[in-house]
């Protein structure tokens, strides 16, 4: 849980540093949906699937967004 808090909060996974703050703010994203579904009485399996996917879609962000930056450096 650690490390997908650090990435949601925007810690790259490719390498390069993050901030505390930010790694706080993932623990709390994750937190809030893995509270708001506790609420709900959804089963483990599928809040721990939702994490995953949060998780999933933080880090294709991360990627594309180390895409689109060394495209438009290369493109000078």
Same mark, same amino acid.
């Given at each position: 849980?650690?490390?997908?808090? %650090? &990435? ?10 993050? !901030?505390?703050?930010? %790694?706080? *703010? ?6 809030? &949906?893995? +509270?708001?579904?506790?609420? *709900? +009485? &959804? +089963?483990?399996?599928? !809040? ?8 999933? *879609? ?5 990627? %594309?967004? !180390? !895409?689109?930056?060394?495209? %438009?450096?290369?493109?000078?």
């Amino acid at each position: 849980m650690a490390i997908a808090a %650090a &990435v949601i909060g925007g810690t790259s996974l490719f390498g390069g540093r993050g !901030r505390t703050y930010a %790694a706080l *703010l993932g623990i709390l994203v994750i937190q809030s &949906v893995t +509270n708001g579904m506790l609420l *709900l +009485n &959804v +089963n483990s399996s599928v !809040r721990f699937m939702v994490t995953a996917g949060v998780l999933a *879609l933080a880090v294709a962000i991360d990627s %594309a967004a !180390r !895409r689109g930056r060394s495209g %438009a450096a290369g493109a000078r």
